[in-house]
């Protein structure tokens, strides 16, 4: 079983600041299987990226994903007020796991 | 652009079956799969089976048996329905969209999802 170690648990930050946010698998992620989703709280996950760096439609470009094998990354460039949310990991493929989620704080 | 849309009680009794429909808006439920995912209060996101459109399902292990997930092409809707609930199963309640999924995983990302709905187990 996969387990998908997300940091930091939350992450406190100001409108115009950078978020990096951090996903570790425990084991290799094949083929990049791995997704980033926005979440607020009473509203749908959002699908961010997948495959670690492709945006889903719509998705301004101020977000990027990055990385491979076990160590993924989610940058947020200039965060924009309504960004301020949890975001969370997901593996896809040959098993499925959830990352616990960083929460992304207004300062 | 599909919508999903969760409903059903709020409240179960323990040992009752848990009952939740996902009404699928804005697109056809056809030539996708449905999945059901739950996140327990404090706790992270479990993902818990998947039907396509045909009906062909399948659960993650430690659900099988108690969990059933059916398809309506008709009314555009899934649903799934969880027996011998106990307060374990106190969640919110997510259906989700997934491109592709074969065996017990799927292999696409879940590209739209509905908003949750909580469902608590209690006497």
């Known amino acids: 079983e996969v387990l998908l170690t997300q940091s930091p648990g939350t992450l406190s930050l100001s409108p115009g600041e950078r978020a990096t946010l951090s996903c570790r698998a425990s084991?290799?992620?094949?083929?990049?299987?791995l997704a980033w989703y926005q979440q607020k709280p009473g509203q749908a996950p959002r699908l961010l990226i997948s495959?670690?760096?492709s945006r889903a439609t719509g998705i301004p470009d101020r977000f990027s994903g990055s990385g491979s094998g076990t160590d993924f990354t989610l940058t947020i460039s200039r965060l924009e007020p309504e960004d301020f949310a949890v975001y969370f990991c997901?593996?896809?493929?040959?098993?499925?796991?959830f990352g616990g989620g960083t929460k992304v704080e207004l300062k | 652009q599909v919508q999903l849309q969760e409903s059903g009680p709020g409240l179960v009794k323990p040992s009752e079956t848990l009952s939740l429909t996902c009404t699928v808006s804005g697109g056809s439920i056809s030539n996708y799969y449905w999945s059901w995912i739950r996140q327990p209060p404090g706790k992270g996101l479990e993902f818990l089976g998947y039907?396509?459109?045909?009906?062909?399902?399948n659960y993650s292990p430690p659900l099988t048996g108690r969990a059933t997930i059916s398809v309506d092409t008709s009314k555009n809707q899934f649903s799934l329905k969880l027996s011998s609930v106990t307060a374990a199963d106190t969640a919110v309640y997510y259906c989700a969209r997934v491109g592709y999924c074969e065996g017990g995983s799927c292999y696409r990302p879940f590209d739209s999802w509905g908003q949750g709905t909580l469902v608590t187990v209690s006497s």
């Open positions: 039907i396509y459109y045909t009906g062909a399902t």
């Open positions: 495959g670690a760096s």
């Open positions: 997901q593996q896809y493929g040959s098993s499925l796991a």
């Open positions: 084991q290799s992620v094949i083929s990049n299987y």
